[in-house]
């Protein structure tokens, strides 16, 4: 059973436009949610979370909204820019230690 | 300066031969976590350890042991019991819950 999903396995942009990358749960008692970057052969990189107290977090080009009634999640990447292609992963907790990630979206983003 | 360090990048597994990948940490971090990326996929939980001496499996554990004897050390075993062992190794770190995971560069792991 696929608690977190992502259901785009790719998504290309043009630079210098808005990039959106989503995910679904299912699971209500997720209270905390993290978006990783991933470039081939390296581990994850962190880019931004949320706390289940809050709709929405940014950092920079990275905005999270968080939407608990529907149960979906979302990074914005505004603008866009060549470096930002890799593979992002959503993963979510629900307050233990133990993390379920998404399948991951391949970002391409085109010069 | 403080990180997770994994090593060796590339590891090579003979039939029916036993490997060790190791990972170190210098964030002071309790939790430590092993995943296994396969392609096209996303991360499977293999082991994961809150303290010292003690440690719990993941979704994937069959063929693969831990051991959790210092802080700052979580050494996963692929056994010859793992019959597809080929694939990218990630070792995490996390100091609390609802804290963000930090991970290591990764071990990729291929069969002879």
């Known amino acids: 059973d696929q608690q977190v999903k992502q259901n785009s396995p790719s998504l290309s942009v043009q630079e210098g436009r808005i990039s959106i990358l989503n995910c679904d749960y299912t699971n209500s008692m997720f209270d905390y949610f993290l978006w990783y970057k991933k470039y081939p052969a390296e581990g994850p990189t962190f880019l931004i979370s949320i706390s289940s107290i809050k709709d929405k977090n940014e950092d920079g080009r990275f905005t999270v909204f968080l939407n608990k009634s529907a149960k979906h999640l979302s990074l914005h990447i505004v603008p866009s820019q060549p470096g930002d292609s890799a593979v992002y992963f959503c993963a979510a907790t629900a307050g233990t230690y133990k993390y379920i990630f998404g399948t991951g979206t391949r970002l391409k983003v085109l010069a | ?112």
């Open chain 2, 1 to 112: 300066d403080g990180g997770i360090t994994q090593s060796p990048k590339y590891l090579f597994r003979k039939e029916g031969q036993n490997v060790t990948l190791s990972c170190e940490q210098n964030l002071n971090h309790d939790a430590m976590y092993w995943y296994r990326q396969d392609p096209g996929q996303g991360l499977r939980l293999i082991y994961y350890s809150q303290i010292v001496n003690d440690f719990q499996k993941g979704d994937i554990a069959e063929g693969y042991s831990v051991s959790r004897e210092k802080k700052e050390s979580f050494p996963l075993t692929v056994t010859s019991a793992q019959k597809n062992p080929t694939a990218f190794y990630l070792c995490a770190s996390r100091a609390r819950p609802q804290e963000t995971q930090y991970f290591g560069p990764g071990t990729r792991l291929l069969v002879l």
